[in-house]
């Protein structure tokens, strides 16, 4: 089993949808989330930190659920330029506190 | 701050030729990590360090791959054999403490053929 996985979509929207992303992970002891964001050919960029009673940034929300180990990702009225891959990321654990370990992403893909 | 800085960009070589990384990151930045990601596997981790040691290196491929950090503001990936499997982009990231972001240098993308 991957330590974080996510479904890799694509999700194909039209603007001004909401739409969400889901996360699992294995690793109980995990300390820290974020969420990234890839556009194609480069480098992943934070979008977003996950805090345990949910965090809001403008049209984003983030909300972590320990219990059932996963992390989720709203975003709200959709543009154009939201379309990229998110990347669900988890950070520590019990072996190795500070290893960050990427999902697979999400390409979600905004049409007009 | 320029942000994590990688070198080169791009890189071509053919199959059995050594191959250099280079990263320096972000000044005052105690943790530094390489990442490799292609189509089929994603963004894998194969090693990091903290305050120049690494801490883990269970991620490396094999052999044919090693990964230096000499001082604070400088780390290599070294791939000595390449092999046409080894094509894919590496980045480079650095964060500031164990539990905060890590921020991403532009990556190098390796093609060996």
């Known amino acids: 089993r991957k330590e974080v996985e996510q479904d890799p979509g694509p999700f194909n929207v039209p603007e001004g949808a909401t739409v969400a992303f889901n996360c699992t992970y294995s690793?109980?002891?995990?300390?820290?989330f974020f969420w990234y964001r890839q556009d194609c050919r480069k480098e992943p960029k934070l979008l977003m930190s996950?805090?345990?009673s949910g965090n809001e940034d403008g049209r984003f929300t983030a909300q972590l659920n320990r219990a059932s180990q996963y992390i989720s990702l709203l975003i709200r009225d959709s543009k154009l330029s939201d379309s990229a891959t998110y990347l669900c990321?988890?950070?520590?654990?019990?072996?190795?506190?500070?290893?960050?370990?990427f999902g697979s992403g999400t390409r979600l893909s905004i049409r007009p | 701050d320029a942000g994590v800085i990688q070198s080169p960009r791009h890189e071509v070589t053919e199959m059995g030729q050594e191959v250099t990384l280079r990263c320096k990151p972000i000044?005052?930045?105690?943790?530094l990590f390489w990442y490799r990601q292609t189509m089929m596997r994603g963004l894998e981790l194969l090693i990091y360090?903290?305050?120049?040691?690494?801490?883990?290196d269970s991620g490396m491929p094999e052999d044919r791959f090693s990964a230096k950090m000499p001082n604070a503001s400088f780390s290599t990936l070294k791939i000595q054999p390449s092999e046409p499997r080894d094509s894919a982009v590496y980045f480079c990231?650095?964060?500031?403490?164990?539990?905060?972001?890590?921020?991403f240098g532009q990556g190098t993308r390796l093609t060996v053929v």
């Open positions: 990231a650095s964060s500031y403490s164990a539990s905060s972001e890590a921020f």
């Open positions: 690793n109980s002891a995990s300390q820290s």
């Open positions: 996950v805090y345990s």
């Open positions: 990321v988890v950070k520590g654990g019990d072996s190795s506190a500070s290893k960050i370990i």
């Open positions: 000044s005052g930045h105690d943790y």
């Open positions: 360090f903290n305050n120049n040691v690494p801490i883990d």
